[in-house]
T-cell receptor, first 113, second 112 residues
């Protein structure tokens, strides 16, 4: 079964600082990996996805993630945090295009002025 | 830009009542899903639907739950007899073939 582990339920950074949100996956086959963002009282918005093409994936709002098979990781980064990045971030995995999406427990990002 | 729409945005119901949550997926999508998120917790898979039938369901999706796509556009989740623990945000999602799910804004269900 596919699963993802997100280390750190809460991360706090200063505005302008690097954002690093960690995600490790467990999968019996090369996975499809995703990052979604959830702003307060809103739905889930896709940030970026990895589907076995380039290992460095660029998403919306300046975020990117790197697929590292040797580390079974798909960490999310952004060079410079903005106040508007404060939200909950979910890593998710599926084993094939038509499979269900399995979410991690989420990381709440706070951005300090 | 096409989007998944869900109604109602918030429903309050008494325990034991039936609830129907409605979703209009993106029109050319082929796979449909329901997820739920209990306040402060992770997003949990309930059921997936493809080719007019359930393709997978979780252990949460017991006999009290059902889904249908009655008219080729709406995708509904019915909870036959609600329990207090059914209080959650319910998200509908749809997908074409490229892998990513597109989610609606959610329906908040409060069971009293």
């Amino acid at each position: 079964a596919q699963s993802v582990t997100q280390l750190g339920s809460h991360v706090s950074v200063s505005e302008g600082a690097l954002v690093l949100l960690r995600c490790n996956y467990s999968s019996s086959v090369p996975p499809y990996l995703f990052w979604y963002v959830q702003y307060p009282n809103q739905g889930l918005q896709l940030l970026l996805k990895y589907t076995s093409a380039a290992t460095l994936v660029k998403g919306i709002n300046g975020f990117e993630a790197e697929f590292k098979k040797s580390e079974t990781s798909f960490h999310l980064t952004k060079p410079s945090a903005h106040m508007s990045d404060a939200a909950e971030y979910f890593c998710a995995v599926k084993k094939s295009s038509g499979d269900k999406l399995t979410f991690g427990t989420g990381t709440r990002l706070a951005v300090r002025p | 830009e096409p989007e998944v729409t869900q109604t109602p945005s918030h429903q309050v119901t008494q325990m034991g009542q039936e609830v129907i949550l409605r979703c209009v997926p993106i029109s050319n999508h082929l796979y449909f899903y329901w997820y739920r998120q209990i306040l402060g917790q992770k997003v949990e898979f309930l059921v997936s639907f493809y080719n007019n039938e359930i393709s997978e369901k979780s252990e949460i999706f017991d006999d009290q739950f059902s889904v249908e796509r009655p008219d080729g556009s709406n995708f509904t989740l019915k909870i036959r007899s609600t329990k207090l623990e059914d209080s959650a945000m319910y998200f509908c999602a749809s997908q074409i073939l490229t892998g990513e799910l597109f989610f609606g804004e959610g329906s908040r269900l409060t069971v009293l």
